[in-house]
């Protein structure tokens, strides 16, 4: 989940507001703060993200237990990462998106020295 300078973070935060008026579904609410996270930096996303922790509808979600691991492995919190990368594993997940967590759970650091 790198940002890329070409991204338009703002205009997807303000596309985001105008879904959740006519769908305010948590995936909706989560994909808004995972763009805040990547316009605003780590702890923008991490506080975004309190906003949809209590639906019980996302607990099995992968997405956002791996969106929050990616916040909180860029600000140097490897064993918090490492307990959401595992929450997101447990998940029902495809061969791929395993792959994917399996590296980040092993290496949380390399999410923050990369970007």
Known sequence: MAASNATA????VSL?????VLQPTGVVRLNR??????RDGARAGLEAM????????????HLLHAAHGHFLAQLGGEAG???????????RVSEPERRFL???FQQPRAVRDSE
């Not at 309190?50 to 979600?61: F, N």
């Open 33 to 38: 703060a995972i763009a805040v996270g990547m």
């Open 102 to 104: 399996l590296a980040k």
């Open 81 to 91: 990462a490492r307990a959401a990368y595992t929450r997101a594993l447990a998940c």
């Open 16 to 20: 985001y507001d105008d879904l959740a």
């Open 9 to 12: 973070w703002d205009r997807l």
């Open 50 to 61: 309190r906003a949809v922790a209590d639906d019980t509808r996302l607990a099995s979600y």
